[in-house]
């Protein structure tokens, strides 16, 4: 099962291994405009339909992020959960991108690939911003 970290009402975010931590950051750098709520998914495999469902019901915009390849991943399984359930929302998927990643240190290959905190903080507002 996965786990409810934070409440919120705005976006919510799913998020799969250490990511979470970025995610966190992310949370902290957008909380004085827009309420957040961050689920760890724990598991891909099975996926936590319950917690889906409630997802599904109570947010229009989601973000997932993944330290995995974003093809196939997490967005992937919650894409295909949400049209399978006929829930009408949109999904926005950071993961590392389907391409050659360079070598690096895990904060630089995070900015590389969008994954830091900043950028997904600046993912945070666009995908407010765009439900308003």
């Known amino acids: 099962k996965g786990c409810k970290l934070r409440e919120g009402s705005d976006i919510a975010i799913l998020s799969l291994g250490p990511i979470g931590n970025e995610v966190i950051k992310a949370i902290d750098l957008v909380k004085d405009k827009y309420s957040v709520a961050h689920y760890d998914m724990i598991y891909l495999k099975p996926i936590d339909e319950e917690m889906l469902h409630e997802i599904g019901k109570n947010f229009t915009h989601i973000i997932t992020v993944e330290n995995g390849v974003i093809k196939g991943g997490l967005g992937s399984a919650v894409l ?38 900043e950028n997904i903080a600046r993912v945070i507002c666009s995908e407010c911003e765009t439900s308003e």
Do not use: Q, T, W
């Not at 926005?92 to 904060?107: A, L, N, Q, T, Y």
């Open 80 to 117: 295909e959960f949400m049209s399978d359930n006929g829930y009408l929302l949109r999904v926005k998927r950071i993961g590392v991108p389907d391409s050659f990643i360079e070598h690096g240190s895990v904060s630089e290959l995070y900015k590389l690939c969008g994954m830091d905190a």
